[in-house]
C-alpha cells in the first residue's frame, strides 16, 4: 500500500466528513428557520447577541479543551450564524408581504 492509497483513504474520509458537515449545517439552518417562525409570531427582533454571544464562548471554550484552532472555529460559528440570519430574514420578509 503506497502513498496513493493513503491519500485516496484520506480524501475519502475528507469527502465522508464533509457530507456530513453539509447535512448538519442543512438541520441548523432549519432548526433556524423554526426559531424564527417563532420570533417572527412573538415579536422578537431577528438577532439576538446574548445568545450569540453566549454561542461564541461556548465554542471558544470548546477549542480551549479540545485543542481547536480559534480562529477556524469562529470563521466557522460566524458563516453559521450568518447563513441562520440570512434565512430568517428571508422569513420576516415573506411574513411582512
Not at 438541520?27 to 426559531?35: C, D, F, G, I, T
Not at 417563532?38 to 477549542?63: G, H, Q
Amino acid at each position: 500500500m503506497g502513498l496513493g492509497y493513503e491519500v485516496e483513504t484520506l480524501r475519502e474520509e475528507i469527502k465522508r466528513l464533509t457530507v456530513r458537515i453539509i447535512e448538519l449545517g442543512w438541520r441548523r439552518v432549519n432548526l433556524a428557520v423554526e426559531v424564527g417562525k417563532i420570533k417572527k409570531s412573538s415579536n422578537l427582533p431577528l438577532e439576538d447577541p446574548v445568545v450569540e454571544k453566549a454561542l461564541e464562548e461556548e465554542v471558544l471554550r470548546l477549542c480551549d479543551l479540545q485543542g481547536v484552532d480559534r480562529r477556524f472555529a469562529l470563521n466557522l460559528l460566524n458563516l453559521l450564524i450568518s447563513e441562520s440570519k440570512r434565512f430568517q430574514k428571508t422569513l420576516f420578509q415573506e411574513f411582512s408581504e
